[in-house]
């Protein structure tokens, strides 16, 4: 069975480790923040000028002033701290992010990532995501496997306009969890239910396997 949106984020959720400050980007890896385990400590920023944001509010609970980069509303957990673009992206391309989550329309087998622009379509620029790609060393993006045509979103090489050349290292899908290695997408996990022919047809890039795939564990 493929994952939804919140089996994704729930999954990468195991990714962050005690200590971590963390970069959640629009869409899927907002979500990142309700599944992080209570016994580490965690600092979630958001480009707009956070560090400390938490899970998103119960419904009637909402601040209308506490929003993310994505401009949806989020609590801040104690001893958070606000300040502006500047210092946000101080911190970001300081290098001080330990871990960036992103989503992505595209990513390729060498670790290219598009996910800021569909040709054709007005957008207002490219954003923090080439600030987050250029300077974090660990980039996880999460994503479904494939578009509405079923199509693969795990490339040999992009079609889309890049954000990022050669920076991702991880990524979590509906399907899969995999590793971008020099060779191509190294597949570590099947999503419960899940085959791995399933993933090899959902796949267009290189697809590694070394021995047998066991299912996540969420």
């Known amino acids: ?23 959640l980007g629009i869409g899927i890896p907002t979500l990142v923040a309700n599944f992080v385990n209570d016994d580490i400590e965690v600092e979630f920023q958001s480009e707009n000028g956070i560090l400390g944001m938490g ?7 909402e601040d209308p002033d506490l929003i993310n980069a994505g401009k949806q509303t989020i609590t801040a957990l104690p ?16 290098k001080h992010v330990d871990l960036t989550i992103l989503g ?3 990513v390729a ?27 974090a ?33 991880k990524i979590v899908t509906n399907l899969a969890v995999l590793e971008v290695t020099e060779k191509g997408f190294k597949l570590l996990e099947r999503a419960p239910g899940v085959s791995v022919e399933e993933i090899q047809a959902a796949t267009e890039g290189i697809l590694i396997m070394d021995g047998e795939i066991p299912e996540m564990k969420l």
């Open 1 to 23: 069975m493929a994952l939804d949106k919140n089996g994704i984020a729930q999954r990468i959720a195991k990714e962050v480790k005690d200590g971590y400050y963390v970069n």
């Open 55 to 61: 899970p998103f509010p119960f419904e009637g609970e």
């Open 79 to 94: 001893g958070a701290s606000f300040f502006d673009s500047a210092t946000s992206f101080g911190m970001i391309r300081g």
């Open 104 to 106: 992505a329309m595209e």
């Open 109 to 135: 087998e060498n670790g290219d990532i598009a996910n800021w622009k569909i040709p054709g379509k007005m957008v207002k620029g490219m954003g923090g995501a080439m600030d987050l790609v250029a300077s």
């Open 137 to 169: 060393d660990n980039i996880i993006v999460a994503m479904m496997h494939t578009n509405r045509a079923g199509e693969s979103k795990l490339l040999k090489r992009c079609s889309l306009p890049l954000t990022g050349v050669g920076c991702v290292t």
